[in-house]
Structures are given as C-alpha cells and as structure tokens.
C-alpha cells in the first residue's frame, strides 16, 4: 500500500507516473507487435509512418513508402470522426444517464 500511495500521491490519476509508464509500455508493445506482424507498418506511433514514408521516398523507392499513406489516412480519418462524434454530442442538453424511461429529465 505504501507504494502505491507514493505513486499517486495528492495527484490526478492521469499524472501519475505509473499510469504514464503503463501507457507508454502499452504503446510500445503495440507498435513492436505491429511492425513485426502487419508488413513492416505502425499502427500506434504514425510518426513511424512518416519517417518511414520520407525515408524510402528519398531513396527513391516509391512503391515501398507509398504503403504507408494508407495508415496515416486511416489515423487522419478515425480523428476526423471522433472529433465530429464529440461536437454532435458534447454539447447535447440532457445526456442518456440524466434522463428517465419517459424522457423527462431527473433532478
């Protein structure tokens, strides 16, 4: 308990440090799996994507960094929409938990 009193400490669960390093191993993981796996593209860290692009664009091998605008098309995308998911409904007047069966709102 003493461990785990000191790591989050008078802190916000999003600064802690362990949660930090959970994340940052989780990330790792991922991208180490998915290069491995998935022919050599990120799935996480699309500045990969990009260095890798650049690097086989400037070698001149096109075909090679041409598979990886496929990936950062599909990040570019997945952001667009979940930033339009957030704008639909961030501003909604009642949301689903404040609301009855019957629509009316709770107090």
């Not at 400490?9 to 799996?33: H, T």
Request: some cysteine; overall charge positive.
């Amino acid at each position: 308990m003493g461990v785990m009193k000191s790591l989050f400490s008078g802190k916000q669960m999003s600064e802690a440090f362990i949660c930090s390093a959970f994340l940052a191993l989780s990330g790792g993981f991922q991208d180490a799996y998915t290069y491995n796996t998935r022919n050599e593209v990120f799935s996480n860290a699309q500045t990969g994507n990009v260095v890798l692009m650049s690097q086989n664009f400037m070698t001149g091998k096109w075909e090679a960094g041409l598979k990886y605008l496929f990936p950062l098309f599909a990040f570019a995308l997945g952001v667009l929409i979940a930033e339009q998911i957030q704008h639909k409904y961030k501003y909604a007047k009642t949301s689903a938990l404040e609301t009855g069966n019957s629509g009316e709102q709770r107090l």
